[in-house]
C-alpha cells in the first residue's frame, strides 16, 4: 500500500512538473481525477457544517482544485495537497459567503420572512406606523409564533466572518481564515476577480444551461425544482450543470485550451 501511494504521488508530481512546463487539458484533467479525493474530503467535511448540499460544494471544490493547479509551481519544493487544500476550501467558502448563510432555514420560513417583508412595508404605508407582529401575522394567515420563528431565522443568517468555524473536529478545528493561502496569493483580491470572470463566463452559456446553474446555485433550488422551472429532467439537470461548469472552466482559461495537442 505504502509503495503504491509513494508511486502515485511520484506519477503527480511528474504531472505537475509535465503540466507547468506545457499546460494542456489533457494533463489537467489527468491532476484534477488524481486528486478528486482531496475535492470529496474537503467537501464533505464543510456539507456537514452548512446548508448547501455536498454535490454543489464539490462541484465549486474543482474550480479551486483547477486554480491551484495551475498556479502550482513544482520547484517551490512544497506538497501539492498541502498547496491545493486552502484552493479548494476557499472557492466552497467563498461560495458560502455569497450565499450568505451557514444557518439550515426551512424553505416555508424563508418564503414566509420574504412575504412578510412585503406585508410590513405595506401596512407601514397604510397605517401609518410600524406594524405589530400580530398584524402581520394575520395578513400572513400563519400564527404569531411562526411568524417570529422565521424573523428569527433571518436574522441569525448571518454572512461568514474569518473567525467563523466551518469544522468541529477537536484535533483540527478551521475556520474560513485558516482557508485563506499566505499573502503571496493576494486571496481577496484575486477571489474577487475570478467571480467577476466566472459571471462573465456564465453569461456566455446556453439558456438552459446558464439557467439550470443559477437556478441551483444562485437561486436555492433543488434539482427537481429546477428540472420543474426549465422543463427537463432533474438527471438532465444534473448533466446541464457538470456540463455547464465545464464550459465555463474552457471559457475562463482559452490560453490552457488552445495548447491542448
Given at each position: 500500500?505504502?509503495?503504491?501511494?509513494?508511486?502515485?504521488?511520484?506519477?503527480?508530481?511528474?504531472?505537475?512538473?509535465?503540466?507547468?512546463?506545457?499546460?494542456?487539458?489533457?494533463?489537467?484533467?489527468?491532476?484534477?481525477?488524481?486528486n478528486?479525493?482531496?475535492?470529496?474530503?474537503i467537501?464533505?467535511?464543510?456539507?456537514?457544517?452548512?446548508?448547501?448540499?455536498?454535490e454543489?460544494?464539490e462541484?465549486?471544490?474543482?474550480?479551486?482544485?483547477?486554480?491551484?493547479?495551475e498556479?502550482?509551481?513544482?520547484?517551490?519544493?512544497?506538497?501539492?495537497?498541502?498547496?491545493?487544500?486552502?484552493?479548494?476550501?476557499?472557492?466552497?467558502?467563498?461560495?458560502?459567503?455569497?450565499?450568505?448563510?451557514?444557518?439550515?432555514?426551512?424553505?416555508?420560513?424563508?418564503?414566509?420572512?420574504?412575504?412578510g417583508q412585503?406585508?410590513?412595508?405595506?401596512?407601514?404605508?397604510?397605517?401609518?406606523?410600524?406594524?405589530?407582529?400580530?398584524?402581520?401575522?394575520?395578513?400572513?394567515?400563519?400564527?404569531?409564533?411562526?411568524?417570529?420563528?422565521?424573523?428569527?431565522?433571518?436574522?441569525?443568517?448571518?454572512?461568514?466572518?474569518?473567525?467563523a468555524?466551518?469544522?468541529?473536529?477537536?484535533?483540527?478545528?478551521?475556520?474560513?481564515?485558516?482557508?485563506?493561502?499566505?499573502?503571496?496569493?493576494?486571496?481577496?483580491?484575486?477571489?474577487?476577480?475570478?467571480?467577476?470572470?466566472?459571471?462573465?463566463?456564465?453569461?456566455?452559456?446556453?439558456?438552459?444551461?446558464?439557467?439550470?446553474?443559477?437556478?441551483?446555485?444562485?437561486?436555492?433550488?433543488?434539482?427537481?425544482?429546477?428540472?420543474?422551472?426549465?422543463?427537463?429532467?432533474?438527471?438532465?439537470?444534473?448533466?446541464?450543470?457538470?456540463?455547464?461548469?465545464?464550459?465555463?472552466?474552457?471559457?475562463?482559461?482559452?490560453?490552457?485550451?488552445?495548447?491542448?495537442?
Amino acid at each position: 500500500m505504502m509503495a503504491t501511494q509513494s508511486s502515485l504521488r511520484s506519477r503527480g508530481m511528474e504531472l505537475l512538473v509535465s503540466y507547468h512546463q506545457k499546460p494542456s487539458v489533457r494533463l489537467r484533467n489527468q491532476l484534477v481525477q488524481m486528486n478528486a479525493g482531496l475535492v470529496r474530503k474537503i467537501a464533505h467535511r464543510v456539507s456537514h457544517q452548512c446548508a448547501e448540499p455536498y454535490e454543489d460544494l464539490e462541484q465549486i471544490g474543482y474550480l479551486g482544485l483547477i486554480r491551484a493547479i495551475e498556479r502550482f509551481n513544482p520547484n517551490q519544493g512544497c506538497a501539492f495537497s498541502s498547496f491545493a487544500v486552502p484552493y479548494i476550501r476557499g472557492e466552497m467558502l467563498h461560495f458560502l459567503r455569497d450565499r450568505a448563510g451557514t444557518v439550515k432555514i426551512p424553505r416555508r420560513w424563508q418564503q414566509l420572512n420574504k412575504e412578510g417583508q412585503r406585508v410590513r412595508e405595506q401596512l407601514t404605508e397604510a397605517l401609518g406606523r410600524q406594524p405589530s407582529d400580530d398584524e402581520i401575522a394575520d395578513v400572513l394567515k400563519v400564527s404569531v409564533n411562526e411568524w417570529r420563528e422565521s424573523k428569527l431565522a433571518a436574522k441569525n443568517r448571518l454572512p461568514l466572518s474569518l473567525d467563523a468555524t466551518v469544522c468541529q473536529q477537536l484535533d483540527s478545528p478551521m475556520t474560513l481564515g485558516d482557508t485563506l493561502p499566505d499573502a503571496r496569493y493576494q486571496a481577496l483580491q484575486v477571489l474577487e476577480e475570478d467571480r467577476q470572470q466566472l459571471q462573465r463566463a456564465l453569461n456566455q452559456l446556453e439558456d438552459k444551461t446558464r439557467e439550470a446553474i443559477e437556478y441551483v446555485f444562485l437561486h436555492d433550488l433543488s434539482r427537481k425544482e429546477v428540472a420543474e422551472q426549465i422543463g427537463v429532467s432533474p438527471m438532465t439537470v444534473t448533466r446541464r450543470i457538470h456540463r455547464g461548469i465545464q464550459q465555463m472552466v474552457g471559457l475562463l482559461h482559452p490560453q490552457v485550451m488552445q495548447s491542448d495537442p
